[in-house]
């Protein structure tokens, strides 16, 4: 190879590591750690959502504490969340909506019960009663509604994550029955 060709090739070839790096291996590693360290907070709070529905199902009137919903990594995330599919990024989005929704039910159970026991006023201790049993009734469809949608945008975000052919490291994903079974777990009474 004549020297003129080295001199031409060399600072082509010299740039083909640096594209491959910000144009491929970059985004697909970014991409990656985006969507599993949503999985991550996804599934903590997935868990207080199966928790719940767990110790529901035991006693329909039951509550949990009401954390905030953890949204620490959506918030860190929310400009990466346009390089997901809409479907991923809908399921998520509603999914962190559902499970507000429900810590705020759980919250205004509690402020009402709270105000129940505190008055005396026989029609506003019915009224609370009925706010109760509405808030209730709420509760149970947001925590079905955020269970659907948590377990399909955890599916997709594990999918996004394995998708990244050259880093395979990423753990299998637990089957979702599996999670179920062990909030049931904490809840039974032997």
Known sequence: MSDGIKLLLGPILALVPVVAWEFWLRPARVRRNTALSLLAELEINLHWILDLAAAREKKPTALHSSPEARRLMLT??????GEFPPDVTDNLLRFYANVESAANCVRGIEDAKREKSDTSDDA???????????EHASLDAFI????????????????????????????PLRPFTKLVEASKARHRTD
């Open 76 to 81: 860190a995330n929310a400009q990466q969340l």
């Open 124 to 134: 506003r201790r019915a009224s609370l009663r009925k706010t109760i049993d509405n």
């Open 144 to 171: 079905s509604a955020a269970t659907r949608r948590g377990e399909s945008a955890r599916v997709h975000l594990h999918e996004i994550a394995r998708d990244v052919t050259f880093m395979d490291d990423v753990p």
